[in-house]
């Protein structure tokens, strides 16, 4: 399959308000990973609304390895309110609210979905997108968006070919939101720009005018762990 055919990822955030009353995503601009981090050694009480038992058990497994490099622990549990709730609602996409954003969305709604895994998918492709997902919800941004040294180069209408069309579909809006848009830096904790992070898309060639590529990134790279790290230390 070629990169250009694959499911992207969505980060979700629009209309969501700190505490301070900024809009994290639109007014406010850039203050996500610092604006929507955890308090280091919180306990994240997180449950599944749907899906099967084994998926579940494989999801909490790979996720559960955030906790070996951060100082959070994420319990999940079986009932009762919880900070983070995921669904296996299929078609609706993967994403994820990013850390502490999680607690403005009302009970029952989802704050994490895992819209192409079902029990038949391969391992490679779980870790992958449960990986990803959970940076989000530890309050990580798209890689791609890091803003250091200039970030991507893009090609611009590459990008916007392949994005409007199947699967993904996107909109002008959600294009420029998820792969075009750049953070403010002093919003920002962050290492260099990472090609190996678990929190980049996988990118064609095609789509930049700088030669930067990335495959499927499916492990927590070096930067990955010591950003995180930084972030949530012990
Ligand atoms: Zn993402």
Same mark, same amino acid.
């Not at 990822?9 to 505490?19: K, N």
């Not at 899906?51 to 494989?58: A, F, H, K, V």
């Not at 530890?138 to 250091?148: A, V």
């Not at 590529?213 to 070096?222: E, W």
């Given at each position: 399959? !070629?990169?250009?055919?694959?499911?992207?990822?969505?980060?979700? *955030?629009?209309?969501?308000?700190?505490?301070? *009353?900024?809009?994290?995503?639109?007014?406010?601009? *850039?203050?996500?990973?610092?604006?929507?981090?955890?308090?280091?050694?919180?306990?994240?009480?997180?449950?599944?609304?749907?899906?099967?038992? &084994?998926?579940?058990?494989?999801?909490?497994? +790979?996720?559960?390895?955030?906790?070996?490099? !951060?100082?959070? #622990?994420?319990?999940?549990?079986?009932?009762?309110?919880?900070? @983070?709730?995921?669904?296996?609602?299929?078609?609706?996409?993967?994403?994820?609210?990013?850390?502490?954003?999680?607690?403005? @969305?009302?009970?029952?709604?989802?704050?994490?979905?895992?819209?192409?895994?079902?029990?038949?998918?391969?391992?490679?492709?779980?870790?992958?997108? +449960?990986?990803?997902?959970?940076?989000?919800?530890?309050?990580?941004?798209?890689?791609? &968006?890091?803003?250091?040294?200039?970030?991507?180069?893009?090609?611009?209408? !590459?990008?916007?070919?392949?994005?409007?069309?199947?699967?993904?579909?996107?909109?002008?809006?959600?294009?420029?939101?998820?792969?075009?848009?750049?953070?403010?830096?002093?919003?920002?904790?962050?290492?260099?720009?990472?090609?190996?992070?678990?929190?980049?898309?996988?990118?064609?060639? #095609?789509?930049?005018?700088?030669?930067?590529?990335?495959?499927?990134?499916?492990?927590? #790279?070096?930067?990955?762990?010591?950003?995180?790290?930084?972030?949530?230390?012990?």
């Amino acid at each position: 399959m !070629a990169i250009n055919d694959k499911h992207f990822c969505t980060c979700m *955030g629009e209309g969501i308000t700190s505490d301070a *009353g900024h809009n994290l995503l639109a007014g406010h601009k *850039g203050a996500l990973l610092l604006a929507s981090k955890w308090e280091v050694g919180t306990s994240v009480s997180i449950r599944f609304l749907d899906g099967d038992d &084994q998926l579940q058990q494989r999801v909490r497994d +790979v996720a559960r390895e955030w906790m070996d490099v !951060a100082n959070i #622990s994420l319990n999940f549990q079986e009932g009762g309110a919880t900070d @983070i709730r995921i669904a296996f609602e299929q078609g609706n996409g993967s994403w994820s609210y990013l850390g502490t954003m999680c607690r403005q @969305i009302p009970e029952p709604q989802p704050t994490m979905n895992f819209g192409w895994l079902t029990p038949d998918s391969a391992d490679d492709e779980l870790r992958r997108v +449960v990986l990803h997902e959970f940076g989000h919800a530890l309050g990580l941004i798209h890689e791609h &968006q890091n803003p250091k040294d200039g970030g991507i180069d893009w090609n611009t209408d !590459a990008v916007i070919h392949d994005l409007s069309g199947p699967p993904n579909n996107w909109s002008p809006a959600t294009i420029e939101e998820n792969m075009f848009k750049k953070y403010e830096q002093n919003a920002l904790l962050m290492t260099n720009v990472d090609k190996e992070s678990i929190m980049m898309y996988p990118i064609p060639l #095609s789509w930049t005018l700088d030669q930067t590529s990335v495959g499927l990134n499916n492990t927590l #790279s070096p930067l990955d762990k010591e950003l995180i790290g930084q972030a949530y230390p012990r």
